[in-house]
Each structure stands twice: as structure tokens, then as C-alpha cells.
């Protein structure tokens, strides 16, 4: 469209008398426009640039301070398309001149524009110098629309359809190939149409996934037929069957398989076909059931296969057990094994944490490491282990602490931490400490004695464990034997009072070495024997079975090996 370009005389003289006084300054503000600021931005270099053409001896700048004239304007967007508008302002602010421009696009407008800006700087040169004339009045500014004006940018139809297309594909899973074609006939739609390219390129995606749609169904449908005539076979193995039923439950979803394992020939192969399905999703539980049916058939790469699910499916027994077993044997592999006892670790297993503990304590898989022992200890004591909660108080040199990892390993169901924490803590403290520095020096190397090297003073060793529990032996030694004695008489006993005359006299004549039987000896041996039997049988049961009126004095020995502190004594 041609820009609406009214008269500029009273322009041109303004100009044309400031001119005459020496060098012209021109301010070019920046158009305003509330929805298109980028538009008016470049309109706005563009109306500076006109302007420098038309007046090459003016000076332009962006900021009306000390400006001559000043020429601003604004930009705005309607059902027709850009409207422009331009005026000329003296320095005191009066309007000079306006103009206005509209055109259907931005290319448009700022040829529009530019011409505009050229008329209301071309009137000056026309001019030819001042002439004193009346200024015309000012022509009103035409109505603008409001910035907010309703634009669809499309046809009414077109928006319809979109809609539509946009319903139909929310239910695309179920009917693919009714959502292609919604978007088919978006694209199709004519006049002023901006979602054409999209709606191809929806249009183009259901139509791909109604075909992956129709392969997929044809290859359930084939992959059901074939399972329905494989699986009631007898001379198909069991475990081929069940691994067709997991790979076809990968393949197609395990909602479909459940009718197909009703198929199988027996309720035990149903059964687990069942486990392998609920371990193939991560059932800890099924994965544990597959682990133990297959250590009792002697398969102990099957069972640490199905443990290691387990443990990823969550399980930290099973992690604490598979770890132990790829420390064991043919499988063994220490990297998977540290893998598995760290994760059950993590879920606070104890049982997970101690194993873990001993590979570092004992360099078996990985190198030792005594800080890394030390904490998987305090995370097992922390998880009820209460041997591990013993351990560390032995370690520790603060009484508090010692007294606290006793009270926790009794609760752990130690017996000895339970022993020793009625002991004062600081007395077991020392007790400890003196025994793990007593263990940590090296054992003395025997060589010949010397006359003249006296041995060193040191502190007389702890009393043994044999020597503590001696009088205890003695008891028992001579109780049994006085068992055995009261059992020999009452045999004689016996056998003295037995109808057998000859066993009997054989028997008496060895007792009394020749001495003649007289009348009535036969019953007084009888009853000599029997009362000793009972006298000798019940002393040595109450030996066995009595302890002694004063125990000995509390003894405590303790002792370190590499598997912790050893204890032993009387601890009442």
C-alpha cells in the first residue's frame, strides 16, 4: 500500500529557517509499540537512516535533548495488518507535520515507513529558505484499534479441525489410524492454514505407529499359536518351556502370558514357571524360592545366579548370601562379591556388613584396609550385630564408649559383651587395651640361655583357662569314678543273690580267697554289695551334678585373635 502523505510546507520552512541559522540537530526516537517491540526497534533504525539521506547536511541523533526538531511515532497491529504513525515536533514541543503508513507485512511496512520518513523532511528542500507564511492546523490522528484486537491467524475452519485432531489423538493408543487421519485433514484444510506442516508431521507419526501396531499383533498372535502347540509336548524339556514363557512375556507383556501357563502338563512346572515370571519382575521373594530349589538340585551357579537378582530386586539377605558364596569355591569372584555384601551393607544387613568387614580385616578379595573394616563394623553394630559392637570396644580407649558398644553388643545377643558389661569400664578398658598390645608384639624367638643374661622383669602372664577350670575336672573325675565303683558292686550284688550256684560259689570263693561258706553269708554279701553300690553310686552323682559351697574368687582372662578379644573365667 502507498503510505498517506499530506502536506509538509510548514515542515519545510521550520526546517528552513533553522537551517539558516547554522547546522540542523534532528532527534529520531524510538517508535513505541506495545505488542511488536522488535518491529518497532528496526523501524525505528530505519526511519534514522531515511532521515540521513533526505537531510545528509542535518545532524541525527537517538535523544531529543538540544534537539531542533524531533520525530517520533508508533507502530501498532490490527485485522488489516501494521499501521505506522510519524510526527514532527519543534523544540517547544508543537506538532509540525504527521504522517502514517500501513502495509500487510513487516517487509512492507518499512518501505512504507521510510517513505514516510522522507516526506516529512523532503518539504524543507522543496522550500528553497524561509518564507513567513500562517502554519496549517494540525490534521487529527486517524482511530487506532486497540492493541488487543482479535487476530485469529487462521481461518476459522482450520481451528476447528485442529481441535478436533487434538481430541481424536488424546485415545491414539486405542484408534491410531482415526488420529492420522484427523491431522491428514488438518493439513488438508485450505486458506489461511499456519498448522500444515505440523498436522503432515502428526499425521505421518500415527500412521508409522498403526503399522508397528499391526506387526506387533500379527507376531502375538503368531507367538500365542506356536506356545498353545509346544507347550503340552512331553518331549519338550521343562526348562525350554518355562524360558519360552519368560521371553514371551518380555516380548508381548506379562498380562498376556497367565493363560498360556495354565498350558503347562503339571501343577510343580506351573508353579514355577510362576517364580521364574515373578523373578523376571523383580519379586525378591520368587527369585529366593528359584535359589533354594536350585541348591537342591546341585546347581550352585543357578542358585548365585538367581541370589544376585534377588539382591537387586531388593533383597539384603540374599545379597549377604550371595556375597559369601562368590568368596567360595569354583565361582569365585571377589568383585561381584564386594559388589553384592556392599549393597546389602547399604540396606544395613549385618550379616552383609560383618562378611564385607572381614574381606578387609583379612585381605581375602581386597586389599586390607583397616579404616574401611572399621566402619563396615560400626555400620554391622549399628545393624544388631553384637560381635562386632564387642570388637569395637576393643579398639576404642574411652570408657564411656567402651561401656555404650557393650551395652549395644549384649543387645546384639553377645553373651561375653553381656559378661563383661558389668565389669567397671575402665577396669575392662584396660583389660582390653592390655591384652590387644600383649597380641600386637611379636612372638619371642627361643635361643640357647646364657649364664650371664638374666632374663627381663615382666609382669606375670594372666592365669590359664586350664588352671582355672582344674577343680571342676576333679570333681567330675571323681564323681564318674565313683559311679563306676557303685555300678561293679551292684553287679556283684546280683549275681550273689542269683539261682545260679556255681557262677555264685566261683564268685564268692575269689571274694573271700578259700574261706568256707557258712550259713547265711550268702545274704550278708548281698547286702554288703548292695549298700555300697548306693552309697559309692549317689557320692558321685552329687559330685557330678553339685558345685563347691566357695567358688573360687572372680577370674577373668583375656586374650586377642585375629577373629576379635577372646575372654574367658569365671565372671560371677
Known amino acids: 500500500m502507498k503510505p498517506l502523505v499530506p502536506s509538509f510546507v510548514a515542515a519545510g520552512i521550520a526546517l528552513g529557517a533553522a537551517g539558516a541559522q547554522g547546522v540542523e540537530t534532528i532527534a529520531v526516537l524510538e517508535l513505541r509499540s506495545r505488542a511488536n517491540p522488535v518491529v518497532a526497534a528496526e523501524l525505528s533504525d530505519r526511519v534514522r537512516e531515511a532521515v540521513r539521506r533526505a537531510l545528509p547536511q542535518a545532524r541525527v541523533v537517538d535523544s531529543e535533548e538540544n534537539a531542533d526538531f524531533v520525530i517520533g511515532g508508533r507502530i501498532s497491529r490490527g485485522g488489516l495488518g501494521y499501521r505506522a504513525w510519524l510526527e514532527l515536533r519543534d523544540r517547544s514541543g508543537d ?147 518355562i524360558d519360552l514363557l519368560v521371553r514371551f512375556a518380555a516380548a508381548h507383556g506379562f498380562d498376556k502370558v497367565s493363560p498360556l501357563v495354565a498350558l503347562l502338563p503339571s501343577a510343580e512346572l506351573r508353579a514355577r514357571a510362576e517364580l521364574s515370571l515373578d523373578c523376571e519382575v ?71 556388613c560383618v562378611r564385607l568387614a572381614r574381606v578387609y580385616e583379612e585381605g581375602d578379595g581386597a586389599p586390607p584396609n583397616a579404616k574401611t573394616a572399621v566402619d563396615l563394623r560400626e555400620k554391622a553394630c549399628a545393624a544388631g550385630d553384637g560381635k562386632s559392637c564387642r570388637r569395637l570396644a576393643g579398639m576404642s580407649e574411652e570408657p564411656a564408649r567402651v561401656a555404650d558398644l557393650l551395652r549395644k553388643g549384649c543387645d546384639g545377643g553377645d553373651a561375653l559383651s553381656c559378661a563383661l558389661s558389668t565389669k567397671e569400664p575402665a577396669i575392662v578398658q584396660r583389660q582390653l587395651q592390655e591384652a590387644a598390645a600383649g597380641a600386637a608384639k611379636p612372638a619371642p624367638i627361643a635361643r640357647p640361655a646364657s649364664t650371664t643374661e638374666k632374663p627381663a622383669a615382666k609382669p606375670p602372664p594372666p592365669p590359664s583357662p586350664r588352671t582355672e577350670v582344674e577343680p571342676s575336672h576333679d570333681r567330675a573325675a571323681a564323681g564318674m569314678a565313683m559311679v563306676a565303683f557303685g555300678a561293679l558292686a551292684a553287679t556283684a550284688a546280683v549275681m550273689m543273690n542269683s539261682d545260679d550256684a556255681q557262677p555264685r560259689r566261683a564268685f564268692r570263693s575269689a571274694l573271700v580267697a578259700g574261706s568256707q561258706p557258712q550259713s547265711g553269708s550268702n545274704r550278708t554279701l548281698t547286702l554288703v554289695f548292695g549298700g555300697a553300690a548306693a552309697l559309692s553310686a549317689g557320692a558321685g552323682l552329687v559330685l557330678l551334678f553339685t558345685k563347691p559351697d566357695k567358688p573360687e574368687a572372680p577370674k577373668v582372662g583375656v586374650g586377642v585373635s585375629p577373629a576379635g578379644v577372646v575372654v574367658s573365667g569365671n565372671f560371677r
Open 282 to 352: 523383580k519379586e525378591a521373594h520368587a527369585c529366593v524360592q528359584l535359589a533354594r530349589a536350585a541348591d537342591e538340585a546341585k546347581d550352585a551357579k543357578a542358585a548365585l545366579d538367581y541370589l544376585d537378582r534377588a539382591c537387586a530386586a531388593g533383597a539384603p539377605t540374599a545379597c549377604a548370601e550371595s556375597g559369601d558364596r562368590w568368596l567360595q569355591g569354583d565361582l569365585r569372584d571377589p568383585a561381584r562379591a564386594i559388589a553384592a555384601l556392599q549393597r546389602g551393607c547399604d540396606a544395613a544387613n549385618a550379616a552383609a
Open 95 to 241: 506538532v509540525l507535520q504527521r504522517a502514517s503508513a500501513t502495509a500487510s507485512s513487516r517487509s512492507e511496512l518499512a518501505e512504507a515507513i521510510d517513505g514516510a520518513a522522507v516526506d516529512l523532511v523532503r518539504s524543507r528542500q522543496e522550500a528553497g529558505g524561509p518564507i513567513t507564511i500562517a502554519p496549517l492546523p494540525a490534521v487529527p490522528a486517524p482511530a487506532e484499534p486497540p492493541e488487543d484486537a482479535l487476530n485469529l491467524e487462521a481461518d476459522a475452519g482450520v481451528l476447528v479441525a485442529w481441535d478436533r485432531a487434538r481430541r481424536i489423538e488424546a485415545h491414539g493408543k486405542e484408534s491410531p489410524q482415526e488420529a492420522a487421519a484427523a491431522w491428514r485433514r488438518v493439513a488438508d484444510m485450505r486458506g489461511q492454514n499456519p498448522f500444515r506442516e505440523i498436522a503432515l508431521t502428526r499425521a505421518a507419526e500415527w500412521e508409522a505407529y498403526a503399522a508397528g501396531r499391526r506387526a506387533l499383533d500379527a507376531q502375538l498372535a503368531s507367538d500365542t499359536a506356536r506356545l498353545r502347540r509346544v507347550l503340552p509336548l512331553a518331549s519338550v524339556m521343562d526348562s525350554a518351556k
